[in-house]
């Protein structure tokens, strides 16, 4: 029985889907304008264990994940590149898929791109100025009409009368009220548009999503997701005009990630703290991301520092040590089993990432005490259900990231060279020079292994 933190009722509630052994599930993506960044990392990483583990449920999972690829910021981003907004969006796209796989991120089945549902949006808008929750403005956008929704910020937990439009939000004259927001901007001179019946424009980005999901898993859906800061406006604005449009309860089920910061402050460009995936990449491989973002609960802060993804690259050592004699493959697995049990509890409880983690590290400590084929592949099998374990022992503890494996191999060629010949001083001395460039070597009666040390 999955348990899921339901942000709308803040609390934690049996998962329950609308239709039986089928899951609907629209997470936000990304905006495709610059590559993708820590935050994007923890998202995708998140959401991916929750797709993973309702899969394992045995439930039908119908994940869609959009792409934004038309705003204000990727605009500008081709006015200074002087390209089409596509040419942006598409390097993006390319870049956003590379980390994916990287991270091993399983693709969502659905992956739509917001300019492909132009239509759904136009019409979506039609209909909300058909019933008065939406109106022209003086400068020809379309605002939605926020008065009219009597339940705005019940996700949030805001109240309009706790809102102050003069510090939060810019007084516009265009509007009725300072908080309503735009559904259809009118375009300027030379950039991308759509005919609607309101003129040339674009689509506010609230409405992306509220059309999207509407169109890809209907009226009425199970879970929706995305990032702590999406809560208010982004996903306050998208019940607002989806339930005032459709009549009916936009998802069941809202999930939220917490924020990431960096060394204890909030990640933010301005304070020159900020990470892309690539960036990281550079010295740790992506299941090391993965590991460290799965460590942390997916609603509690979490925080970056070098320390922290070198602990959990030590961690994964732990485990692919621990594993390197076994040929693992993946088994059923018998879930009534104890220490089986408790793997699976945690991950029932609201994805208890750290929990379940705990649990493993509790067996590898088993296994190490005793060998145990059988149990190396429940480890091998249950670490592959939360995307652990991409690699080989071999190719995980070599890691040549930073490494000059090419010299490191050849050192070792050369001191077991001086090791036939009866030159123990010198193999010695090779020895010292090969752990220098950062690995540890390893002699058994297979042979000489190395591996990062």
């Not at 899951?23 to 998202?43: E, I, K, Q, S």
């Not at 006015?79 to 980390?99: G, L, P, R």
């Not at 009425?220 to 996903?235: K, R």
Request: contains cysteine.
């Amino acid at each position: 029985m999955i348990q899921i933190y339901n942000t709308l009722t803040r609390q934690k509630e049996v998962f329950k889907p609308l239709k039986k052994n089928e899951v609907n599930m629209y997470v936000c993506g990304m905006t495709v304008y610059d590559h993708c960044h820590l935050g994007h990392a923890r998202a995708l990483i998140v959401f991916d264990l929750i797709y993973r583990w309702l899969l394992d449920a045995g439930l039908q999972v119908n994940y869609v994940r959009n792409i934004t690829d038309i705003d204000d910021k990727i605009i500008a981003k081709a006015k200074d590149a002087n390209v089409d907004f596509s040419v942006i969006t598409q390097e993006f796209i390319q870049s956003m898929n590379e980390d994916s796989s990287e991270l091993n991120i399983l693709p969502p089945k659905k992956q739509p791109k917001a300019t492909e549902s132009i239509e759904e949006m136009i019409q979506m808008i039609s209909n909300l100025i058909a019933e008065e929750y939406a109106y022209i403005g003086r400068n020809g956008d379309v605002f939605f009409h926020i008065s009219k929704f009597k339940e705005y910020g019940k996700l949030s937990k805001k109240t309009l009368e706790d809102l102050d439009p003069g510090s939060r939000v810019g007084l516009d004259e265009n509007k009725i009220n300072p908080l309503d927001f735009v559904l259809w901007k009118l375009s300027k001179p030379g950039e991308p548009s759509w005919k609607s019946p309101w003129g040339e424009g674009r689509p506010g980005w609230h409405i992306e999503c509220s059309a999207m999901s509407t169109k890809y898993l209907g009226k009425s859906f199970d879970i929706h997701g995305g990032g702590q800061d999406l809560i208010f406006p982004h996903h306050e604005n998208e019940i607002a005009q989806s339930e005032c449009c459709n009549h009916q309860k936009m998802a069941n089920y809202w999930v939220h990630n917490g924020f990431v910061n960096v060394d204890n402050e909030k990640m933010s460009k301005s304070l020159g703290n900020f990470f892309t995936i690539k960036k990281i990449l550079e010295q740790f491989n992506g299941e090391v991301i993965r590991f460290f973002i799965l460590k942390s609960h997916y609603r509690s802060p979490l925080n970056y520092s070098d320390t922290n993804l070198v602990d959990a690259e030590n961690s994964l050592k732990k485990i692919y040590i621990s594993l390197r004699d076994y040929n693992c493959i993946e088994i059923a697995i018998d879930w009534n089993k104890p220490y089986l049990h408790n793997f699976k509890a945690a991950l029932d409880d609201d994805f208890n990432s750290p929990k379940a983690l705990a649990v493993i590290f509790e067996l590898i400590n088993k296994l190490n005490k005793n060998k145990d084929q059988v149990l190396a592949n429940e480890i091998f099998t249950i670490l592959k259900k939360i995307g652990l374990l991409k690699f080989t022992p071999e190719e995980f503890l070599k890691n040549p990231i930073n490494l000059d494996v090419t010299k490191i191999e050849e050192l070792i060629k050369l001191r077991q060279q001086a090791k036939i010949n009866k030159n123990f001083s010198q193999a010695d001395q090779i020895r010292s020079e090969i752990e220098s460039l950062g690995v540890v070597i390893e002699d058994s009666l297979g042979g000489t292994s190395w591996r990062k040390k």
